[in-house]
């Protein structure tokens, strides 16, 4: 199968944030980060890398490589893997980032209790998040992800790179 670059045209506006381990909702963004489109990299069917067309925290600033857990990687390309993909490009997560954009958004911060009224309730932001609402599973996985990528990030500023983070 070979090494493969898949575009995927899809409009994403980050509507979250996670800053001091708590939960923002962003209510304005600067157009800079708003995705069109991504390409996913795949080496014999097989997730090998992301790239962004815009700027965004958990991107690296010189190419634009969005940060993928070592979980996603070598898992076939597929529908559940492309919504898990764009909902981590819907989340900056500030605790762990390579620039914060402070002054290029406004957010709200969410309390626990409202998030959890807005689940029970079967809110859904809008139609794209709707198709992407993640599993139990999925939930726990994101935060496994951010922990890593916060691991990862602190190891490239320091100029140690992971094999596994590769």
Request: proline share 4%.
């Amino acid at each position: 199968m070979g090494i493969k670059n898949i575009e995927v045209k899809k409009v994403i506006v980050p509507r979250k944030m996670i800053y001091k381990n708590s939960l923002f909702r962003i209510t304005d963004i600067n157009q800079k980060y708003i995705v069109r489109s991504y390409v996913v990299r795949t080496v014999d069917g097989k997730i090998d890398s992301v790239r962004l067309d815009s700027a965004h925290p958990n991107s690296d600033p010189d190419t634009n490589d969005f940060c993928i857990p070592f979980e996603l990687k070598n898992l076939p390309l597929n529908e559940r893997t492309r919504e898990y993909i764009e909902h981590m490009i819907n989340i900056f997560n500030i605790d762990n980032c390579y620039f914060t954009p402070w002054g290029e958004i406004e957010y709200e911060k969410i309390e626990v209790k409202d998030w959890l009224k807005m689940r029970e309730k079967g809110h859904k932001e809008s139609i794209s998040s709707r198709r992407s609402i993640l599993s139990k599973f999925i939930e726990d996985k994101i935060k496994k992800i951010f922990e890593r990528n916060r691991i990862m990030i602190q190891n490239r500023k320091r100029g140690k790179i992971d094999d596994n983070f590769k």
